[in-house]
C-alpha cells in the first residue's frame, strides 16, 4: 500500500532467537525514539523484560540507556497494541479453495498460523479464536489451531474458545462432553451459537454452568434480534466471572428505539460486553450489519470491535486489520477516534482477560507504532506500521508512496510533501 514517507530504520541489533529450549529469553532492552503520543508529546520510551521502563523527552533516554537495539519512530504515533477478540481461525483463508475447504489437521494449523501472522501485521498482539468442535471434525480443529498457537509464542498471544453446534435433545449430551474435552484440551473460553441450537435458552445455560465450573469466560454467537431471549441470557450471565462477551449483535440496531435502549440497560447492569463487527459478519450467524455502538456505550456497556471472517465464505474479502474496524466505527457511528481506537485496544484487551496498556512506565511492552501525527490521520493512512509484543519488534509494514513531477508553475510552488526514487514513466 501506498504511503508519504520513506521505509522506517531497522533496529541496530537483531531482535533475540529462541533459546535451545525453545523458550524464548528476555529481549533484549529497546529503545524507542522520538515517537509522538496521542497527547501531542514527542518522546522516547524504554523498553525492557517485556515492559515499559521508562518514558522520557525525546532524547532524554538515550545517554542513559543500556546498549541495545533502538528504532527511530520519528514520525510515528506510538499506541497500545490492538487485540483481536472474533477471529474464526480454522475456516480463516479458504475463500478461494477448489472444492471443499479441508478440515486436515495440517490445513487448519497452517490457515490458522496465516491467520493470526495477518493480524499480527496489522497490529494485533493478542487474538481470540473461535474454533467449532464436535460433528465431523470432533476436537481435530481445536487440536490444531491449539498447535498453532503454540509456534506463535513470543510472537502473539492465540486463545480459544470452543463452539459446539447443539448442546440440547438428544444430541446435546454428545455436545457437552466434547465441549468438556476441549476445555480439558486446553479451550480458554467456551462458547458458540445459541441461536442454531432448537433450545437457544437451554444451550445458553450449558454454557454459562460449564464455563462457572471450570472458570472460563463466556463467548457467544448471537444476532440479538430476540429481546426477550436476550434479557434472560442477560440476567443468567449477571456475575459469572471471568466475565461474558456477546456478538455480533447486528439485530439490535434493527429493533425499536425503546426496546434496543432497554436491552443495552440489561446489558450493562449483568456487566455483559458486546463485540461488533464492522468489517463484515461471520459464518456463525446470519444478519449481516454492525450493533447500535452508541447505544450501547451510552447505557455502559463495554462494547469492542473484532474481524469476523477473515477472507472465507463469509466474507471472501475480509482483511482482518483492527484499524479498519476503529476507521469504520469512527466514520460510520460517528465514534470519535478515541473511542474507536479503544474497541480495538483497550477494551478489547479487557474482553480476553489481558492487562492494560499504556504508554507509561510499568506497563506491558505491547505497543503499536503508525505512520502519522494524530490518531484520526492513523486511522485514515495507517499503511507503515511497527508492531512491538513483549518488548521487542515482531513485525513490520513499510510503504512508500512516489509522485510524477508536478508541472512547472504555481502548483509545483506549493511545498507539498513528495517522494520518489527518480522520474515514473
Known amino acids: 500500500m501506498p504511503d508519504s514517507q520513506p521505509p522506517p530504520p531497522r533496529p541496530s541489533s537483531p531482535s533475540p532467537s529462541a533459546s535451545p529450549s525453545g523458550r524464548s529469553p528476555d529481549p533484549a532492552p529497546l529503545l524507542l525514539c522520538g515517537a509522538r503520543l496521542t497527547d501531542g508529546r514527542t518522546v522516547d520510551v524504554r523498553l525492557g523484560r517485556g515492559r515499559i521502563e521508562a518514558v522520557g523527552t525525546a532524547g532524554s533516554l538515550a545517554a542513559g ?8 519512530l520519528s514520525g510515528y504515533l506510538l499506541l497500545p497494541a490492538p487485540a483481536e477478540p472474533h477471529l474464526h481461525a480454522d475456516t480463516a483463508l479458504s475463500a478461494d479453495t477448489d472444492g471443499p475447504v479441508s478440515d486436515a489437521p495440517h490445513d487448519i494449523r497452517r490457515r490458522a498460523t496465516e491467520a493470526a501472522l495477518l493480524h499480527l501485521g496489522h497490529g494485533a498482539t493478542a487474538l481470540r479464536a473461535h474454533v467449532r468442535v464436535g460433528d465431523v471434525q470432533g476436537l481435530g480443529a481445536l487440536a490444531a489451531v491449539l498447535e498453532a498457537a503454540r509456534s506463535l509464542r513470543g510472537l502473539a498471544e492465540l486463545t480459544t474458545v470452543a463452539m459446539p453446534r447443539v448442546l440440547t435433545g438428544p444430541a446435546g449430551a454428545e455436545g457437552l462432553a466434547i465441549l468438556r474435552d476441549a476445555v480439558l484440551m486446553g479451550a480458554s473460553a467456551v462458547g458458540g451459537c445459541p441461536d442454531l441450537d432448537p433450545d437457544p435458552i437451554g444451550y445458553a445455560e450449558t454454557v454459562l454452568a460449564l464455563a462457572s465450573e471450570y472458570g472460563r469466560p463466556v463467548d457467544l454467537h448471537t444476532d440479538a434480534a430476540d429481546p ?30 425503546e426496546a434496543a435502549a432497554r436491552t443495552a440497560d440489561q446489558l450493562a447492569a449483568a456487566g455483559v460486553t458486546v463485540v461488533c463487527l464492522p468489517q463484515g459478519g461471520c459464518g456463525a450467524v446470519e444478519r449481516r450489519g454492525t450493533a447500535p455502538v452508541r447505544l450501547l456505550r451510552a447505557a455502559g456497556v463495554r462494547v469492542t470491535a473484532g474481524s469476523g471472517a477473515l477472507r472465507d465464505v463469509s466474507n471472501p474479502v475480509g482483511r482482518g486489520d483492527p484499524l479498519e474496524a476503529a476507521y469504520r466505527l469512527a466514520s460510520r457511528h460517528g465514534l470519535r477516534p478515541e473511542d474507536a481506537y479503544d474497541a480495538v485496544s483497550t477494551s478489547a484487551r479487557a474482553a480476553l482477560g489481558l492487562p492494560e496498556v499504556r504508554v507509561e512506565a510499568g506497563f506491558p ?4 507504532a503508525v505512520r502519522g501525527d494524530r490518531l484520526a490521520s492513523a486511522l485514515s493512512l495507517a499503511y507503515s506500521r511497527i508492531v512491538i509484543h513483549a518488548g521487542r519488534v515482531v513485525a513490520r509494514t513499510s510503504a512508500v508512496r512516489e509522485y510524477c513531477a508536478l508541472s512547472e508553475g504555481p502548483a509545483s510552488e506549493l511545498g507539498l510533501p513528495r517522494q520518489g526514487r527518480g522520474e515514473l514513466s
Open 228 to 257: 426477550a431471549r436476550l434479557a434472560r441470557l442477560a440476567a443468567m450471565a449477571g456475575g459469572l466471572r471471568p466475565g461474558v462477551s456477546l456478538g455480533p449483535c447486528a439485530g439490535l440496531s434493527a429493533l425499536p428505539a
Open 365 to 368: 511492552a505491547d505497543l503499536l
Open 65 to 72: 540507556s543500556p546498549r541495545g537495539a533502538r528504532v527511530d
